[in-house]
C-alpha cells in the first residue's frame, strides 16, 4: 500500500499588514506614548512639588530658630498666636502652691 500523500497550500509571505491592522496598531503605539508622555510630565511636576516642600520645611525651620530667640518657644497656636508654653513638673507644683 503507498501512502497518500496531502497537498499543503501554502500562502505567500505577506509583505505589508493590512491598512486597518496598521492603523490600529498605530493607534495603540501613540496611546502608549501619550501616556508615557504625561506619566514624563507628572513626574517633572512631582519634582518641583517636592522640592517646593524642602524649601518650605526649611524656611519653617528658619521660622521657628526666629520664634525661640525672640520669645523662648515655636509652640505657637495659628489660630491667634497665643504661644502654648510646655509645662514642667515644676510649674504645675508651683501653680498648686499658688491656689
Not at 505657637?76 to 501653680?95: H, K, S
Amino acid at each position: 500500500m503507498a501512502k497518500k500523500e496531502k497537498a499543503v497550500e501554502l500562502k505567500t509571505k505577506a509583505e505589508k499588514i493590512s491598512t486597518g491592522h496598521l492603523l490600529q496598531l498605530k493607534d495603540i503605539v501613540n496611546k502608549i506614548n501619550g501616556i508615557k508622555f504625561n506619566i514624563g510630565n507628572m513626574e517633572a511636576q512631582k519634582h518641583n512639588m517636592l522640592h517646593d516642600l524642602a524649601v518650605t520645611q526649611d524656611r519653617v525651620a528658619v521660622m521657628q530658630d526666629t520664634l525661640m530667640k525672640e520669645y523662648g518657644s515655636y509652640d505657637v497656636n495659628l489660630d491667634d498666636g497665643t504661644i502654648n508654653w510646655q509645662t514642667t513638673p515644676e510649674d504645675v507644683q508651683r501653680a498648686n502652691n499658688e491656689k
